[in-house]
């Protein structure tokens, strides 16, 4: 028996409305000269409309509930955020049924500044995952979940770029995924209302395994996940994407092991970057801890702050994955 069923709805309501404004934006804004200049301009309007979707749409079905989220308003306010300001309102008026006014606009995007903590309800979003990914036209996630007493309870992902099926790369593209405490978690194209279980791998011998990891080396360090595949006799070839996604591969099976190698000693992951995708991998039978194999604490504030980096595997092959990190980073 679902006991967020009213959650699970709403939050797929707006996960799958803020995919539609990121896309809307790749189509209208995203051009060759945009990447070549390095100009984040997309991103930011894609973010911010994306927040005030998400934001709106929690905000009506539970006005009491708090949301950690990335952004807030303050460069869209006055005359020098006037430009950009309009555009992200005509962009999250497109995808709502109830228009709103710039004063609203913005109070939905500060509805995001919740410190965290461990008492009570709280949503975390992520508006996009994966903004390289997103600019390329390669993979980026929309990212909502809810803790509950400092539990993950209930992870909604919207991957617009992702291949339906793994092994059909050019085919239908855009998936959901749906994950809630003891009920499992499930798979659906954008397309469809129809919910299909998922499953992490069941490779059990590591040397079999493959990883999924950021395209982008400044996320995770890819030299060690190269020394730490050495010492786990893995000779595949690793599976490359920006966000989020690489949760949502893992959940299906695409790939065996995601692994989030700490860049820097004194790094903190951020909640929304890891809340919906840890109780994906947990709720298909996977692992998830952090390198030393201590379990994720939300319960801290806006970060992980007692946590060390990240693995997620499937429950076979954790320990031993676990124990390659302690190896290699206690040598």
Known sequence: MS????????????????????????????????????DKTPVTIADFSAQAVVNTILY??????????????????????????????SLTNSVLDEPLDEEKLLDAIDRGSYPGGSQGRMW???????????????????????????????????????????NAPEGERGCLFIAEKGQGAFQR??????????????????????FCESVEAA???????????????????????DSQCKYCSVSRGDADIYLRLPTRADYEENIWDHASGSILIQET????????????DW??????????????TNSKIHSKVIEACNKHFNK
């Open 299 to 312: 319960s801290l504030g806006r970060t992980l702050k007692a946590n060390k980096g990240i693995v997620a």
């Open 60 to 89: 009506k079905s539970f006005p009491n509930d708090p949301i950690v989220g990335e952004e807030d308003s303050g460069d869209l306010r006055g005359d020098t955020g006037k430009e950009i300001r309009e555009r992200i309102l």
């Open 124 to 166: 975390t979003l992520d508006p996009i995952d994966g903004t390289k990914g997103f600019l390329r036209g390669e993979q980026f996630a929309v990212c909502l979940a809810l803790i509950v007493g400092g539990n993950v309870q209930l992870g909604v992902m919207g991957c617009p770029n992702l291949p339906v099926d793994f």
């Open 219 to 241: 996320h995770s360090s890819h030299d060690d996940s190269a020394q730490i595949a050495s010492l786990l006799g893995m000779t595949k070839p690793s599976l490359r994407m």
């Open 189 to 210: 194209n954008f397309s469809s209302t129809e919910e299909t279980k998922i499953h992490v791998s069941d490779v059990s011998s590591v040397s079999e395994a493959s």
């Open 285 to 296: 039978g996977g692992e998830i801890s952090d390198i030393n194999g201590k379990p994720l």
């Open 3 to 38: 006991v967020f069923a009213a959650e699970r709805t709403v939050a797929i309501n707006a996960v799958l409305r803020a995919s539609e404004v990121c896309q809307k934006v790749f189509k209208q804004l995203v051009s060759t000269e945009t990447i070549t200049k390095k």
